[in-house]
């Protein structure tokens, strides 16, 4: 027997990509450039090998599913930092929950938040649209009703709630929302979040803001859901924060993240996470730690980024579409026909991106559809070569 909600779920966007290029080649003697992932390729601090060296014998102890003590004062100390927070705001044994990567955690909050009773309604589960795909998955196996939220040009390119109707505002368990958005790069302002905040209140559902990009921008630090918190006397009721290293420091392979945020939501999600066995070996946890406690490494880590974007500006600044993000590492650029500019890319240049249509709904009338999606995640050179072959086709 299989779970019939395994069928509602469509083929993940990759291997949707893999089959738009089945049978098409790369231009003979050119390199191929795979952009279409947002895989850092930047190089992680060199105190990471180290720290995993010398916490070797940590393999052969279980993990604490809650992480380490050290782990989440460096954690909470990192968050009382970066967005200003009263020291007793974040209490690191009530308040945060070490993850093994965000991706996990963002997919198991769905089932930890959507009712599974015999009600009278379907819970609904709102998101972006586009969005990243975990959301509609999450939403779909927890037995929820994906809300798709349209995240354009019309809405600030991210998603408001204000046009959702009451009803599925009064049935919804959980929204998601994400800042610096994937793959827009738009970063949610005080008042979007003040919004997103006092609705999630009001209908008593839970809002995950998922803020992995936010250590990548380029005009300053970003807003935070829970600097937006501290604003409102410190109040986290139904408020999530989700944080991962893979961005930040380069570390994808880690699988290392948290979650931040109302202690009665933190303590449930760590309860579930008891039986799901998803906890970091004590190794990355002790990485994870020393990472979280230095930003060297992290100035750097943007100050690439930066450069990669004023070549996207310089080679690209004059196409129609070219919008610098807030946040992350994409371009969001509108090309007529995704799919169809996808293949020509491949075919002409040998660059590889993803079409838009695969991170949106299946809808005929979704704008997304024109778009496609570059991760500026190689280095200075590979990145720029891309974008001017990119820029030959455009």
Not at 55 to 70: C, F, I, Q, V
Not at 328 to 349: H, I, P
Not at 352 to 358: A, D, Q, R, S
Request: charged share 25%.
């Amino acid at each position: 027997m299989v779970n019939e909600r395994l069928a509602l779920l469509r083929d993940y966007p990759f291997r949707r990509l893999g089959t738009l290029l089945s049978g098409l080649r790369a231009p003979l003697g050119k390199e191929e450039l795979i952009m279409s992932i947002g895989e850092p390729q930047h190089p992680y601090p060199d105190f990471v090998a180290e720290v995993l060296r010398t916490n070797a014998a940590l393999w052969g102890k279980y993990p604490p599913t809650l992480g380490t003590k050290e782990l989440r004062l460096a954690i909470s100390d990192w968050l009382i930092r970066r967005y200003k927070l009263p020291d007793n705001m974040i209490d690191s044994e009530r308040n945060i929950l070490p993850v093994a990567g965000t991706r996990e955690a963002l997919f198991s909050i769905a089932s930890m938040a959507t009712p599974q009773d015999d009600r009278k309604y379907k819970p609904t589960i709102l998101m972006p649209d586009p969005f990243y795909q975990i959301y509609s998955g999450a939403a779909i196996m927890a037995g929820a009703e994906p809300v798709y939220l349209p995240a354009s040009k019309e809405t600030g390119v991210l998603p408001s709630f204000s046009e959702v109707p009451e009803d599925l505002l009064n049935r919804a368990s959980l929204a998601y929302v994400c800042s610096p958005s994937n793959p827009q790069g738009a970063a949610a302002t005080i008042d979007q979040f003040e919004r997103y905040i006092e609705t999630a209140q009001t209908h008593d559902f839970i809002l995950a803001v998922d803020e992995c990009y936010s250590e990548i921008y380029y005009a300053g630090p970003l807003t935070g859901v829970l600097q937006v918190c501290k604003q409102r006397d410190g109040k986290l009721k139904n408020i999530l924060a989700f944080h991962s290293l893979s961005k930040r420091s380069n570390v994808p392979g880690l699988r290392s993240g948290f979650v931040a945020g109302d202690a009665r939501l933190i303590e449930a999600f760590g309860q579930l996470r008891q039986y799901t066995g998803n906890a970091s070996p004590g190794p990355i946890l002790a990485a994870a730690t020393a990472l979280w406690k230095d930003e060297q490494h992290v100035h750097a880590n943007r100050k690439l980024y930066q450069e990669k974007f004023d070549d996207a500006e310089t080679l690209l600044g004059e196409h129609p579409s070219f919008l610098k993000p807030d946040g992350g590492f994409y371009l969001w650029l509108n090309v007529g026909d995704g799919e169809a500019f996808t293949q020509k890319l491949w075919c002409e240049a040998g660059v590889k991106v993803m079409p838009g249509k695969y991170l949106s709904r299946d809808t005929e009338d979704a704008s997304s559809h024109e778009y496609i999606r570059v991760a500026l995640v190689h280095n200075r050179d590979q990145s720029a070569e891309g974008l001017r072959r990119l820029a030959t086709l455009l």
